[in-house]
């Protein structure tokens, strides 16, 4: 599988399930989420915005997705809502693995490039550094209808939360 | 990473935080539990006793462990506690597979033979088949000190639960 076809399996509405294991003081928080990832073409002003905010050259994208998330976590009475544009640039010699621009960080509210590796058993895994903050994710299918994510973050040296998310496809009857 | 390597790496006393995403009915559950994993010498009873109830040559196993838990789930107020014994038997060409011998299955009380694969990524995938459920659990190390699982369950040919457990190694200061 390359990026291309990981993006267009994870395109449509997702009902997600959060838990989220706070290390440290080993409590864990769960929360749930409506997700919806929408396919971008590569001529997509957004897509050239992107890869011009990192001084890369629009056209070695080939498009990018928009995930766009509504949901609610456990501890706070706080709406989580919110959108991101992500653009994978493959590297060139080996487009397995590549870059992730995205307009909004996971972790932290300044957009930050990650990197992405598809394995050989079709898993992606996301790594991205901040400036304090290490986050690693891997994302898998084990169905199409049935969308897994697993993450860590390192916070000054060590691991400070693990989190797990279920994505089942909205509208199916069959996961 | 062998499996030897992978039991090695697992030895030891963990506090583990369980999720159980409850996919149909969109719940989810918490557990927390003492896990203790002892290794086996080969030539140790119960690893000859779990062979020869395979019939299986127990000069193909190296050793095994035994696996010791005591814990608590949030939906109910039983006590959650039990010890099962894992022994591995490589395949003879390609050791990085093999069965994965089992005193008391995990998801049935009757004992099971599944399957290992140790990835190029060293995570371990379990796979087992019961009668009418299917289980499918990676396990992989974020550090040595941090271990995770993500696992789910078919039954009934749909997925019904998704599964994560962050271990910690009990003792240490630093995940």
């Known amino acids: 599988m390359d990026v291309k076809e990981f993006f267009q399996l994870s395109a449509g509405k997702w009902f997600s399930q ?13 929360g749930k989420s409506d997700i919806k990832i929408e396919m971008l073409a590569g001529d997509d002003p957004v897509v050239i915005d992107l890869c011009q905010q990192y001084d890369i050259d629009p056209k070695l994208a ?3 997705a928009r995930v766009t998330w509504d949901g609610t976590m456990e501890w706070d009475s706080e709406k989580h ?9 493959p ?8 870059k992730l621009l995205r307009d909004v960080g996971y972790a932290e509210k300044a957009g930050v490039a990650g990197r992405y590796i598809i394995g050989s058993d ?8 901040y400036e304090t903050m290490y986050s690693e994710e891997r994302i898998w299918f084990a169905s199409p209808n049935l969308r897994l994510r697993a993450s860590i973050l390192k916070r000054f040296g060590g ?7 279920s994505e089942i496809r909205m509208g199916v009857t069959k996961t």
Chains 1, 2 share one sequence.
């Open 122 to 129: 079709d898993a992606m895994t996301l790594i991205t550094e």
């Open 159 to 165: 691991f400070s939360m693990a989190s797990f998310c």
């Open 62 to 64: 080939w498009g990018g």
């Open 81 to 89: 809502e919110g959108s991101s544009v992500l653009v994978p640039i």
């Open 91 to 98: 590297d060139l010699d080996t487009p397995q693995s590549g």
């Open 18 to 30: 959060r838990t989220s294991h706070h290390l440290a003081f080993k409590q864990s928080e769960s």
